[in-house]
């Protein structure tokens, strides 16, 4: 199984999903791997069934909601790009005024994406 992650991810949209995300190239090839083992249709694409298969997020007492952040609105699919956009919201808040490229976009684990991301997930859990 590791073998088919390594080969049906491009280099190239590794470097893509690099530069949008943060995540390092062995946390990508490592979380490709593990997308496709969720991905029980092998269809390129995970369901909420897929993700209520986890034995961590079926006991968590948060676990829809969570499972509910990699869906946007009216979508019941997330591919490989769209569950690493949402990961990439969880990871720590890196130092970006080093970083700070006037022509980069800014990082989706930057303090104003994390609000948006908290202001979405909050909006949510009271509709829900």
């Known amino acids: 199984m590791g073998s088919r992650a390594s080969t049906l991810l491009r280099e190239e949209e590794i470097e893509e999903i690099k530069k949008e995300t943060g995540f390092s190239h062995s946390q990508i090839t490592r ?6 083992s969720l991905d029980k249709g ?8 897929d993700f209520q298969r ?23 699919q ?10 990439a919201h969880f990871r720590p808040i890196e130092d ?6 006037s022509s980069a ?10 609000l948006l991301c908290d202001k979405y997930m909050l909006t949510v859990f009271i509709i829900t």
């Open 105 to 114: 976009s800014e990082p989706l684990n930057s303090r104003t994406n994390k």
């Open 78 to 87: 997330v591919n490989f790009r769209g569950f690493m956009r949402t990961l």
């Open 42 to 49: 092998e269809n390129g694409t995970l369901s909420r069934e």
């Open 54 to 76: 986890i034995p961590e997020l079926a006991i968590n007492p948060l676990g829809d909601r969570i499972i509910n952040a990699f869906f946007p609105e009216g979508e019941d």
């Open 31 to 36: 979380l490709y791997s593990r997308f496709t």
């Open 96 to 101: 970006n005024e080093k970083n700070k490229n």
